[in-house]
């Protein structure tokens, strides 16, 4: 039992939370664009499964986000889709960034090792080129923990609602 039970989440899982809810808001948007394009019947059933789950999640999600330590609540104001779409690439970028730290750790023959590295740095600069345009515009508030968070909040109600 504990004796003082927080009132708020941790700093931590609140940016664990951030994460995942920005990452599969993202991505519910690009499923549902993408719905139309998909002929296959079982994989369209399987896309249209994904995004039922996706908005499960996201809606499970948002219920903690009165928890986080700060924060600010707003409603969408509109469908710009500007901070979707750079936000697939920042996540791609996050991606093969992980991706590549951990092949090179697989990866026993130099070259490829070498390659990798290479690969590795230009991700890293994507990664910084892509954050640094979402900042810039304010679509990534990293050091705003309100306005973060807000923008999750934002971004997951327009997925959920497309």
């Known amino acids: ?3 003082n039970k927080p009132q ?47 908005e499960g999640n996201l809606k499970e ?3 903690y986000y009165p928890k986080a330590p700060e924060g600010t609540r707003g409603e969408s104001k509109g469908m710009d889709m500007t901070g979707v779409y750079a936000g697939l690439l920042l996540g791609f970028a996050k991606t093969a960034i992980r991706s590549y730290a951990i092949g090179i ?4 023959t130099p070259a490829l090792r070498e390659t990798l590295h290479k690969q590795l740095d230009n991700a890293i600069k994507l ?36």
């Open 1 to 3: 039992m504990y004796r």
């Open 8 to 54: 708020h989440l941790a700093w931590h899982e609140t940016l664990e939370l951030h994460e995942l809810t920005a990452f599969q808001s993202n991505h519910l948007v690009l499923f549902k664009m993408l719905l139309t394009d998909v002929t296959d019947p079982e994989l369209k059933a399987l896309y249209v499964e994904t995004i039922k789950c996706i």
């Open 61 to 63: 999600l948002l219920k």
């Open 105 to 108: 750790t697989e990866t026993s």
């Open 127 to 162: 990664h910084a080129k892509i954050f640094h345009f979402m900042q810039e515009r304010g679509l990534y508030a990293a050091y705003d923990l309100p306005k973060l968070l807000e923008n999750d909040i934002n971004q997951a109600n327009k997925a959920i609602s497309l």
